[in-house]
Every structure is written in C-alpha cells, then in structure tokens.
C-alpha cells in the first residue's frame, strides 16, 4: 500500500502534500492535547510494536501469509488522533530509513494510511463500540481502514494515469487484505482482553461525533475513489464532465488543471464534511 | 542488508557527510522533484541523476555496489507494477517508473547514509515539520530494533504451537498462536513504555524533552545547496 | 550523624490490590553499601521505587534529608540515582551523549555545559568512544555503565541498583563491581546474586512477603535464609 516515488502524477502528489501538511498538524496537536511530552514515549514505542507486529506471519490459505496493518488496532487502544500520529510516524521511518514509500509521495501514503484509513477504522468503534456488537466493530474497523487506504491509493494512482485494467486485480487482493485486517484486529483485540480483561474500555477516548462522522465521510470518499480506479477512460470523462471538469487524457504534463481540481474537490469534500459535522456536534453540546 | 551497517556508514566524516542536514534535505527535494517532473528527454535525465548520485556516494566515501543493492529493494514491487504496465501495452510508462522509483531510493539512502538519523531529524524539525511527531519517531526508532528482537523470539514459540496439525484446525491453531503472540508483544510494549516513563522521571523529566544540540548553517552549506541545486535545475531543463 | 535515608512504617498496596509492602522499617548511612535480598515478589523493586517517589505509600519516607512529597521531587530525583534493571529502558535517547546528558539539560543546565559533563561523565565509567553511538548497539555491560553515568552525571548522594548483574556475564559482573567499589556513594543494591552481594556490599536487609525478615553482614544474612545456590537443601524459610 506505500506508494514509491515515481508512480504519482506531479498534480497528485502535490496536491497530497499540501493538504497532509495541515491535517499532519492537527493530528499532532490534538493527539499531544497540551500534555507536553508525557505521551510521546508510548507512542513511540507502540508504534515500535505495530512496525515489529508487520513480521508476524498470519497462516491463510495454501501458503500464503497475511500480517497485521495496525491502523484499526492502535485507534482502539490509543484512540484516533494519537493512532494517526503514531502512523504517521511510522510511515515516517519507513520511508527515510527503509525507502519504503516516497518522500514526495509522503503526504498521499500520510492521508491514506494514517489520516483516513485510522479514521475509517475508528468510525464502526464509534458507532457500535459497546455491548454486543463490539466484536464485529472490531472487525469492520480492521477491514475498513485497510479498504480505504487501498481504495484511495488505487483512485490515485488512476488519477496519475495507471490503467483501469491493471488496479482492478489489485483492488480484488487488497479487498481480502481487507478482511484479513479485520480477523487479525479481531484476533489480537481478543488474546489482549485475555491477557488483562477490561484494557480497551479502561482506555480514554474522547469520543466525538465529529470524528466518526469524519470516518464515515472517508469510508465514503474512498466508495469515490474506487469507482473512479475501476472505471475506465470513458467513464471517467462521463464523470468528470458532470462533476463540470474538463478532463484530458494521461499524457505527460497535460490535464495539469484537471487532476489538481479532481484531487483538491475529493479533499475538500472530506474537510467540508468534518467541518460540517464538527459545527453540528458543537450545537448539539451546547 | 541489516540496517545496522546503513547505521554506521551514516557516521562517516566525509564533506557530504559534515555538510547541515537542512541542506541535504533541500537538495534531495530538487532532486526528487527534478526526477518526478522529468518527460522529455527522460533517458538522458535519468543518467545524469545516476551519475549525479553516484557521485555523491563517492564523495561519501561509500560502498557504490552495496548502495545500490540496497536501493534494489525497491524493484520487485516497481517490476511488478512495470511487468502489468507491458502486458496492457504501455511499456515506456513501466520503465520509467521504475527507473524513478529506483533513483528515488538511491537519492534518499544517500541522504540517510551521510546524515545520522537524530541529526536528520532535528534538521526537520528546524524546517518547520511537528516536533511531536518527530520525537515520536525518534522513540520509534529506538526501540523498534529491540522489539523485534522481542517479536522474533515470540513467533519462534509460537510457530511450534499447531505445527504439527494440519488443514483447517491446523491453520486455526496458528492463527491463534499468531494473535496470542501479537496481544503478549502489545502487552509487553505497554509495559516497556510504562518502564520507559519511569526511567525519564527517575531523571527529573518534568515534561519537555530537552535537546543537545543547534544546528549551524555554514557558508560551506550554502555553496553546496546553492550549487546542487542550480545543477539539478539545469539537469531538468535538458 | 543523620541517616541518608530513613524509612518507617512503609506500606503500599498496587491497584490491583495486592499488599506489596506490610511496614518495612530501613536506615542506610551515608556511604554505605547494603544489598536488599529475597524472593521475587517480596517487595525489594516495590520498596526502592519509593526512595525517588515514583511510588507513594504510607509511612514516612525521608531521603537525604528531606521527607519525599511532590514538592521535593526534583532534588530528591537529582540527589537519588535509580539504575534499572532492563538498560534498554533507561537508554532512550537516539545517542549515548544525549541519554547522559538527559539529566543534566532537565536540571535546567546549557546544551553546551551539558555535553561537557556528560562527556566527563562517560569518561569516569570508560564509555568515553561511544558518545555518539545509538544505545541499541552496545553490550549490556557497555549499556550498564552508560546508564550509570546518566545517573552519575546528575552528582548524586545515593545510588540505588535494581538487579545490576541481570544480563551481564562473569566479565561484565566483575568489571561491574570493580566500579562500584570505587564510587564513595552510598549503594542500595537489590540484587539476586549473592556473590555480587558479597563483593560489593557490606550488609544485607532480607525482604520476605513485603516486611523485613532480617538483616546484617553480607554472609550472616545468606546463611540465615540459605540465600545461595551453594546452600544445603533448603529448609523451609519462616
């Protein structure tokens, strides 16, 4: 799921940045939430473990082996903002120290992985944490955020001019990913409740509608994404000529305008909603 | 390669080695940007980069072929991608993708293995990216090696538990194994993270984590950031 | 002439209930040295952990003078060195000059008077060389002494030890205790080891089920509760 350098369309990538950069701070001001450095040591080490947990093999079907993503899994124990940073965080290191991922490609992997696949795997905790259907929020939770990182990496790759016909495979593989994600999650959250029971509803999270509304909106712009990766050239001009954007086809430099439009009103949907939504969570408190 | 020797090359005191590591930053993002945009005349672009970064492991006064390998790791997902980009027809794309995604690589390891990562990340942090996150890193860093030591020494255990059955139960008792595993390694971490803590108020932290030292932007830094980049924009404009 | 620490009548339960310590009376002088013995789970760890105020309990706790409330934290964390018993926790800075110096910067000292001092600090245990190198590639004596200078830079009055020898080998434990010999501080070491006891201590206070079941000289102590490998078959201890 880390997009190397090279793969991106220049529109893409760059507009990545620039909307990672802000979300990036505000993840690292809510998740440190004026407790100066306290928390810093455990979310580096935790990341530690989720960067370590990736080696551990899960056996699913003739030989083939599956390992744990973690954005689901850190959002229940450290909630969402400091999962998001602890992600990002580890994106970090795995592309400086193990060029694994792109530098310029940092803030599309930041915005897919860290930001909306957390989010989207925070939302079903939100919306259906307690009670009994907790294990199967733990289970979507794993299985969406890897959905959505995959989703939005495909549709970025299609807006950088890769042919349909070679993301829809992977979209087939990333989709079992998916559920495997969920049945590790799943998988771990339980051995955890063994090992000390009442751990995850002993953890403070602040839940906010804001925040699972924000998860669903990714859930949704990823629905997006996946329609525009699978789609083929002509139905993405359809789309596009109704969305009022002139599209060209991928050739080098060309269509600059169209991508960057493309990629800046997907974003734009997901602040608006989260602006959205956090207005309406502030008028319900109030 | 272990990471380790990338480690101990990054302790080097050769000019590119002493050079601020703001600059090296800067200078690896004109390159990196130099290498995305480029289309016309994309093979002779490509080239000179190699040169350019292979010029610069020699300035380093590092192994070029172990670089190089090392860099290698990211081709067999680059080949794949450019393998299913020749079976639809477009070749050219899949070549310079990975001809980009190879370079990319190059470029950032000779970043890492001139500069030690502290050093790297204060000069991130002087360029305006959250500390927070930084630090984070910093501690991920550090203890990421010793938890897969930990990892390691746990799947051992684990992987002789239901290794000997077979089909479908066998595979359960694995998978069990494997998330058991995994809660115990959460488990431990939390408490290594808890020992971590007491170990920094055992020293009088009392909340912010305090730094050694400022960096210095020298004129050597100056000429060498202004004269890469003015080369790595010629190189563009061929 | 005022007892360096003073403690009566401690008790602590953990929040899971269990009733760690039942009342646990100790007086060490200044330069001494006094092994804390006992099984696990008898409440030695529990009970060193309140002499820097990382635990409160009941009872009266005085260190160097001064009675350890929250208020007298910072000095008394300056005046007591805890070495813990997994390095790799104390050690969490990226470099070994930077964890040294972790201490002194909280106090509130320059960058610049900092590194001098931790350099110096690194210079008194023999880990002079390895100030820039990342903690995770030292041995686990080269560790130990590391994290004794952290503790040792900040000048401390009572250094306190919780199972040093733990990871190190013969070579490690002698050169371990050979440096401990010669510090004029005094030493509170909880150790398992009783021939590490026997070399560097001149006591022995004997921990059983979170109370003080007996204490003097080194080998009085060992025989009186069998407390060596060596022993005949063990009775049982009372």
């Not at chain 1, 689901?72 to 965080?89: H, I, W």
């Amino acid at each position: 799921m880390h997009i190397p350098d090279g793969f991106l369309a220049t529109p893409v990538w760059a507009t990545l940045d620039a909307a990672a950069l802000p979300a990036l701070w505000l993840v690292a001001r809510r998740a440190q939430n004026g407790l100066d450095d306290a928390r810093i040591p455990r979310l580096g080490v935790m990341g530690a473990f989720v960067f370590a947990a990736q080696m551990i093999d899960f056996p699913v079907a003739a030989g083939t082996t599956a390992h744990l993503v973690g954005g689901a899994l850190l959002a229940f124990t450290l909630g969402p903002f400091a999962a998001s940073a602890v992600m990002a965080a580890i994106l970090a290191v795995q592309a400086l120290v193990f060029q694994d991922g792109g530098i310029l490609a940092f803030g599309a992997n930041a915005i897919n992985m860290a930001i909306l696949g957390v989010l989207a795997g925070y939302a079903p905790m939100h919306f259906l944490g307690s009670g009994r259907w907790r294990r199967a929020a733990v289970f979507s939770g794993g299985l969406l955020s890897v959905l959505v990182s995959a989703a939005m990496a495909l549709a970025e790759l299609r807006l950088s001019g890769v042919p349909s016909k070679i993301l829809a495979p992977s979209l087939a593989l990333f989709a079992i990913a998916a559920l495997l994600e969920g049945a590790i999650t799943l998988g771990v959250v339980e051995a955890l409740e063994g090992i000390q029971p009442g751990f995850l509803r002993k953890s403070p999270q602040r839940s906010s509608f804001a925040l699972g509304a924000a998860g669903l909106a990714a859930i949704l712009l990823a629905t997006v994404g996946v329609q525009f990766a699978s789609a083929g050239p002509d139905g993405i001009e359809r789309i596009a000529n109704q969305a009022g954007v002139a599209y060209r086809a991928a050739s080098a430099g060309s269509g600059w305008t169209a991508k960057a439009l493309a990629g800046f009103a997907g974003l734009a949907a997901v602040y608006g909603i989260c602006v959205v939504a956090a207005r309406a969570a502030r008028r319900r408190s109030a | 390669m272990h990471h380790a020797v990338v480690e101990r090359w990054s302790r080097g005191t050769s000019a590119l080695h002493r050079r601020d590591p703001r600059a090296k930053i800067a200078v690896l993002l004109v390159y990196l940007i130099v290498l995305a945009t480029a289309h016309r005349n994309f093979a002779l672009i490509g080239v000179v980069l190699l040169l350019l970064v292979l010029a610069g492991f020699l300035v380093a006064r590092l192994p070029v072929s172990r670089a190089l390998a090392r860099a290698a790791v990211v081709l067999p997902f680059s080949l794949a991608f450019a393998a299913a980009l020749w079976l639809v027809g477009d070749p050219y794309r899949g070549l310079t993708l990975v001809t980009k995604a190879w370079l990319s690589a190059l470029a950032v390891l000779l970043v890492i293995a001139t500069t030690p990562l502290p050093l790297l990340v204060h000069g991130l942090e002087s360029a305006g990216a959250p500390r927070f996150l930084l630090t984070i890193a910093q501690f991920l860093y550090r203890y990421l090696f010793v938890i897969a030591e930990e990892t390691a020494h746990i799947t051992k255990a684990a992987a002789s538990r239901g290794a000997t059955m077979r089909g479908l139960l066998g595979r359960r008792a694995r998978f069990r194994a494997a998330a058991g595993a995994l809660g115990v390694l959460f488990a431990r971490s939390y408490g290594r993270a808890e020992d971590v803590h007491r170990a920094m108020l055992s020293r009088g932290f009392s909340g912010k984590l305090e730094t050694l030292g400022t960096l210095r932007f020298r004129t050597a830094d100056a000429g060498f950031l202004a004269v890469t980049s003015a080369l790595l924009v010629g190189v563009r404009a061929l | 002439m005022n007892p360096l620490v003073d403690v009566r009548g401690l008790e602590y339960t953990y929040e899971d209930g269990s009733h760690a310590l039942r009342g646990v009376d100790f007086q060490l002088d200044p330069g001494e040295t006094v092994a804390l013995l006992g099984p696990n789970g008898s409440g030695k760890t529990t009970f060193v952990l309140h002499l820097n105020g990382l635990l409160k309990g009941e009872g009266q706790v005085r260190v160097c003078g001064l009675e350890v409330t929250t208020g007298n934290l910072a000095v008394i964390r300056r005046k007591v060195g805890l070495v813990f018993q997994d390095s790799d926790n104390q050690l969490f800075m990226p470099t070994v000059l930077e964890d040294v110096a972790f201490g002194l910067l909280n106090l509130g000292i320059s960058p610049e008077q900092a590194a001098v001092r931790a350099q110096s600090a690194l210079e008194n245990v023999g880990m002079a060389l390895a100030a820039q190198r990342a903690p995770y590639h030292l041995s686990a004596g080269e560790k130990k002494r590391v994290a004794l200078a952290g503790v040792l830079a900040m000048d401390p009055e009572l250094l306190v030890f919780d199972e040093p020898t733990t990871f190190l080998d013969p070579p490690g434990q002698r050169a371990l205790a050979a440096l401990l010999t010669q510090l004029p501080q005094a030493k509170i070491l909880v150790t398992h080891d009783a021939n590490f006891a026997l070399a560097v201590c001149s006591r022995a206070v004997f921990f059983q089920e979170g109370r003080v079941a007996g204490a003097g000289p080194v080998e009085e102590v060992i025989s009186q509760f069998e407390w060596s490998f060596r022993s005949p078959a063990p009775s049982a201890v009372r």
